[in-house]
Structures are given as structure tokens and as C-alpha cells.
């Protein structure tokens, strides 16, 4: 396993979001079709056109269709979440294999919990407040740049573009 499975775990959760987005806008989508109900329309008719009729309905074939994409939506979600789990286990399994506990913290709050470099900072600082150097934005980063260039070294058929974040 490499740093691939934690960017993977990363744009999952994004999807995942994005995913989650689109299921709300089709529900409000749906319950305004419902709340309006029914349509209605003046047509053109009987005796030589001159007369006019007012004709109702509900917009059958559109909700329909609404309700349809919303439950396709929830079951792409389901699938989605099912496969985060797994990549979640992958990503858990990867961090654990790392041999300092400091980096696996690190790399818990940045992946895992998708915290900012800035919040993994701020979080490790106070979880050791005794150590003599504070953690920065940047030391955080680099930490994590470092750790994976050298494993890069170690596994050559990594992709270059998960050498860097």
C-alpha cells in the first residue's frame, strides 16, 4: 500500500460530498414538484378555436423522472459509502504500518480526519506540549513530504505525481 490509497481515501470523501449535494437538490427538486401539485393550461378548441378550455393535470412524467434520478442517486451513494469503508480499512492499515507514532497521528488528522496542515499543527502541539520545537503549518508538510519521497526510493513503482501533496 502507498500514499495513492490515502489520496484515493481523500477523493472518496469528496465525491462522496459532492454525491450527497446533488441527493438534496433533486429531494428539493421533488418536493417542489409535489408542492405546486398540479399544472395547468389555456387551450384552443371547439367551435372553430374560439373556444377556450382550462386544462389540469399533474406533471406525472417529470416527477417521474425526479424520482427516479433521486433513486439512483441514493443507490450510487450506497455503493460510494461501501467502498469508502474499504479504502477507509486500507488507508487505517497503511498508517498503522508507519513506525513513528508521530507520523502516524499526523497522518491520521491530515487524511483520515482531513484536517488543514495548519489544524494538524495547531492539534499536535496539543497532544505534546512539551516538546521543545512547536509543530508549524510547514514542518507538518514537509514532515509528510519527506516521509513519502523516502519511501518513494524504497517502492520505484509508485506513480511520480503521489511523491508530492
Known amino acids: 500500500m502507498e500514499k495513492s490509497v490515502l ?6 470523501q469528496a465525491e462522496i460530498k459532492e454525491l450527497r449535494r ?6 428539493e427538486r421533488l418536493e417542489k414538484i409535489e408542492k ?5 393550461d389555456v387551450v384552443s378548441g371547439g367551435m372553430g378555436g374560439i373556444q ?3 386544462v389540469t393535470g399533474f406533471p406525472t412524467p417529470e416527477h417521474a423522472k425526479v424520482e427516479q434520478l433521486l433513486v439512483s442517486r441514493r443507490q450510487r451513494l450506497k455503493m460510494k459509502e461501501t467502498e469508502l469503508l474499504e479504502i477507509t480499512n486500507q488507508a487505517e492499515e497503511y498508517i498503522e504500518s508507519i513506525e513513528k507514532s508521530e507520523l502516524r497521528i499526523m497522518f491520521r488528522l491530515y487524511y483520515i480526519e482531513g484536517l488543514t496542515w495548519m489544524q494538524v499543527a495547531y492539534r499536535m ?3 505534546f506540549p512539551k516538546r521543545k520545537v512547536a509543530y ?13 519521497e523516502e519511501n518513494l526510493k524504497m517502492s520505484p513503482n509508485v506513480p ?3 511523491g508530492k501533496t
Open 36 to 40: 405546486e401539485g398540479a399544472v395547468s
Open 136 to 148: 508549524t503549518e510547514e514542518n507538518c508538510r514537509k514532515r509528510n513530504f519527506r516521509f513519502f
Open 7 to 12: 489520496i484515493q481515501y481523500c477523493d472518496m
Open 22 to 27: 446533488l441527493i438534496k437538490m433533486t429531494e
Open 125 to 127: 502541539n496539543d497532544l
Open 52 to 54: 377556450h378550455f382550462k
Open 160 to 162: 511520480s505525481e503521489y
